[in-house]
Nanobody, 128 residues
């Protein structure tokens, strides 16, 4: 199983970045996918966004709602996170994660510890 993130880098406050996550080694189309952020100096991963296996439902943290968009294309085994109007507090390592199964409770999508597979992450820095 591999999840490989790309697209991180330096963004100015108010700027945009698009993160990608390339998946392989599992049936991507059967897995929910999420993005999590590890802020500088913190160990825990903070939920950012998630999407069900068929893109039917998306979930966002309150801090990114209206600014970030999660999307996927199952035919390409790829997940994206479009980040608009980035804020200095949004810096950190962004990781994509995969979780098998389908649930209607948002807890199953926003809780890092129940995800099955993780990528190594891509660094996002926000600075003027």
């Amino acid at each position: 199983v591999q999840l490989v993130e790309s697209g991180g880098g330096l963004a100015q406050p108010g700027g945009s970045l698009r993160l990608s996550c390339a998946a392989s080694g599992f049936t991507f189309s059967s897995y929910a996918m999420g993005w999590f952020r590890q802020a500088p100096g913190k160990e825990e991963r903070e939920f950012v966004a998630a999407i069900t296996y068929n893109s039917g439902t998306t979930y966002y943290s309150d801090s990114v709602k209206g600014r970030f968009t999660i999307s996927r294309e199952n035919a390409k085994n790829t997940l994206w996170l479009q980040m608009n109007n980035v804020k200095p507090g949004g810096a950190g390592v962004y990781s994509c994660a995969a979780r098998g199964g389908y649930d209607t409770d948002s807890w199953y999508y926003t809780t890092a510890r129940i995800y099955d597979y993780w990528g190594q992450g891509t660094q996002v820095t926000v600075s003027s």
